[in-house]
């Protein structure tokens, strides 16, 4: 079956970093997104990873292994706007999205 | 209009009745989709449209219709709703190209009583 796993809630300190990891398993694969949603708010998209490796993006970086079926979403400098959920997102090779539950990440000042 | 738009944007709705969710996009984009979104659970895709004019069952579309007449519009309808509809309901679009973003409308919130 198709499936995506992320912790349910992560906890950090304004200025500090924290990775979010998220692992899949897809009907073939193509590529994995991570989307942003605030409380209350519509999901924005964050990253589109294909190739293995690491993608920098400002303060925020995610990274795909294809062998290992894993992700992650790390960020750095943290800021009370960064408390949302992050929603892993695995696109199959029907360009199917299968979505994770979101991880709620709380940031404590 | 900018982007995508969803109309209401709470309902509450006794059990039984029909309505109608409204989404309308201004990005030209070809593909949309209706997900819901309930607590603990992802998103779950309901119905999706990859032009105007076809139609497509997603994972949970018992209960559910759609139509897409035009590009733009893809409404939601609910024949006769049960309380176990309510939940947040998303409608997004994208350019329908493979390995695109989905840009998602600010949502509705239905309670079913």
């Known amino acids: 079956g198709q499936n995506i796993d992320q912790p349910t809630e992560m906890t950090a300190t304004e200025g500090a970093i924290v990775q979010i990891n998220c692992t899949y398993q897809t009907s073939g694969f193509n590529g994995l997104f991570w989307y942003q949603q605030h409380a209350g708010e519509a999901p924005t998209f964050l990253s589109y990873n294909v190739l293995d490796g690491l993608e920098e993006k400002g303060r925020f970086s995610s990274f795909l292994s294809r062998s290992k079926g894993y992700s992650y979403l790390l960020l750095k400098e943290l800021q009370m706007k960064d408390s949302a959920s992050y929603l892993c997102?695995?696109?199959?090779?029907?360009?199917?999205?299968?979505w994770g539950a979101g991880t709620k990440l709380i940031i404590k000042p | 209009i900018a982007g995508i738009t969803q109309a209401p944007t709470s309902q509450i709705l006794a059990a039984g009745r029909r309505m109608t969710l409204r989404c309308t996009q201004d990005?030209?984009?070809?593909?949309m989709y209706w997900y819901r979104q309930d607590l603990g659970l992802g998103l779950r895709l309901i119905h999706y449209?990859?032009?105007?004019?076809?139609?497509g069952k997603g994972e949970v579309p018992d209960g559910y219709s759609v139509s897409r007449a035009n590009t733009d519009d893809f409404p939601l309808t609910l024949a006769s709703a049960v309380p176990s509809q309510t939940s947040v309901y998303f409608c997004?679009?994208?350019?329908?190209?493979?390995?695109?973003?989905?840009?998602f409308g600010p949502g509705t919130r239905l309670t079913v009583l």
């Open positions: 990005m030209r984009h070809n593909a």
């Open positions: 997102c695995g696109e199959d090779s029907n360009y199917q999205l299968i």
């Open positions: 997004a679009s994208s350019s329908g190209t493979g390995a695109d973003t989905q840009y």
């Open positions: 449209s990859n032009t105007a004019g076809t139609t």
